[in-house]
T-cell receptor, first 111, second 114 residues
Framework: DQQVKQNSPSLSVQEGRISILNCDYT??????FLWYKKYPAEGPTFLIS?????DKNEDGRFTVFLNKSAKHLSLHIVPSQPGDSAVYFC??????????FGQGTELSVKP | NAGVTQTPKFQVLKTGQSMTLQCAQD?????MYWYRQDPGMGLRLIYY???????DKGEVPNGYNVSRLNKREFSLRLESAAPSQTSVYFC?????????????FGPGTRLLVL
């Protein structure tokens, strides 16, 4: 049973435009949500997070939105750059403190 | 500052063979983790060690064992490899348990079981 789902395996956007990556979850007890970025042949690196008591967190070009009633979060990247091309994983932290990851979305930003 | 290192980078095994994946961190972190990444499945936690001397099962522990050798090192052992264990394995560490923002990952070990 996939508790955290990223239903889009891939996304392609033009440089300078907005990239929106989506993530859905089923467990209302998750207390923290995170996005990780992964380049080929490297491990994931932390990008941005949001507490379940907030609905928005912004860090430069990256903004994460949380809609608890819909059990949905999204990552907005504005403006998108070719260097943003990577696989993005959303993750949720459960009551035991462990991270549950989604399947990942591969973002391609075209020059 | 090397961060989290993993050896080997790539390994081919035959079904039934055993091997140990090594992980070391030089950040003085208390907690360490082993994940596997499979296509369409994301990263799944195999085992973790909240602190030196403790280990606990994650989502997918069957077929694996771990050893927290000391604060720096956390190894993952496959006693009898199966094709279903073909995957990319990531080790990670964090200063404290449940610390997602500062969970640092190694570069991964790609394992192929024939």
């Amino acid at each position: 049973d996939q508790q955290v789902k990223q239903n889009s395996p891939s996304l392609s956007v033009q440089e300078g435009r907005i990239s929106i990556l989506n993530c859905d979850y089923t467990n209302s007890m998750f207390d923290y949500f995170l996005w990780y970025k992964k380049y080929p042949a490297e491990g994931p690196t932390f990008l941005i997070s949001i507490s379940s008591i907030k609905d928005k967190n912004e860090d430069g070009r990256f903004t994460v939105f949380l809609n608890k009633s819909a059990k949905h979060l999204s990552l907005h990247i504005v403006p998108s750059q070719p260097g943003d091309s990577a696989v993005y994983f959303c993750a949720a932290r459960n009551y035991g403190g462990k991270l549950i990851f989604g399947q990942g979305t591969e973002l391609s930003v075209k020059p | 500052n090397a961060g989290v290192t993993q050896t080997p980078k790539f390994q081919v095994l035959k079904t039934g063979q055993s091997m140990t994946l090594q992980c070391a961190q030089d950040m003085n972190h208390n907690s360490m983790y082993w994940y596997r990444q499979d296509p369409g499945m994301g990263l799944r936690l195999i085992y973790y060690s909240a602190s030196e001397g403790t280990t606990d099962k994650g989502e997918v522990p069957n077929g694996y064992n771990v050893s927290r050798l000391n604060k720096r090192e956390f190894s993952l052992r496959l006693e009898s490899a199966a094709p279903s264990q073909t995957s990319v394995y990531f080790c990670a560490s964090s200063p404290r348990p449940a610390d997602g923002e500062t969970q640092y990952f190694g570069p991964g070990t790609r394992l192929l079981v024939l």
